[in-house]
């Protein structure tokens, strides 16, 4: 079998342009609007680094992308969870521009408490497929498990999300 060709530099600039957006705002979304154009640029830092050695066969750039988003993410983890903390304490504020859309999506207390209590495994698998909308293939090969793994993960981070959603619902 022929290895699939290095993913190159013009290639990857159209991967960027056709991307970036999106990995912005699931980071955004996972770590606040001052983190994410940082550890977005990273993102796209590592993947042009790393973008001779992307495999086509294991799987789509754009889950590739949002894998190393999700590791960046991971060692930016006191960092979420200092964000959701922060979220809990957040009074209603009105924002305009680009800002307003990540704001928007923001969690409320409740439920950013509730994300926290997730383990690493279920809020990256549940942010993967809510934030992203990236599908369960998509998700297992960006975070490198199988796609059972997935479906496992959601399923317990729903069940624990459950209770709050409803009460959400209930107040809203």
Known sequence: MRAA??????DFVEVHDRCFAAVYRYVASRLGIQAAEDVTA???LVAFDRREAFDATRGEVRSWLFGIATNLISRHRRQEARHL???QRLE???VEGHESRVVSS???PRLAKALARLTRGERDVLLLVALAELDYVEVAEALGVPTGTVGSRLSRAR???APILAQEALDG
């Not at 060709?5 to 013009?10: D, N, R, S, V, Y």
Request: avoid cysteine; proline fraction near 14%; hydrophobic fraction near 40%.
């Open 85 to 87: 903390r922060a979220v």
């Open 92 to 94: 209603a504020r009105p």
């Open 106 to 108: 923001l969690p409320s």
């Open 159 to 161: 069940k624990k999300l």
């Open 42 to 44: 990273e993102t796209f």
């Open 5 to 10: 060709p290095a993913l190159g530099t013009e």
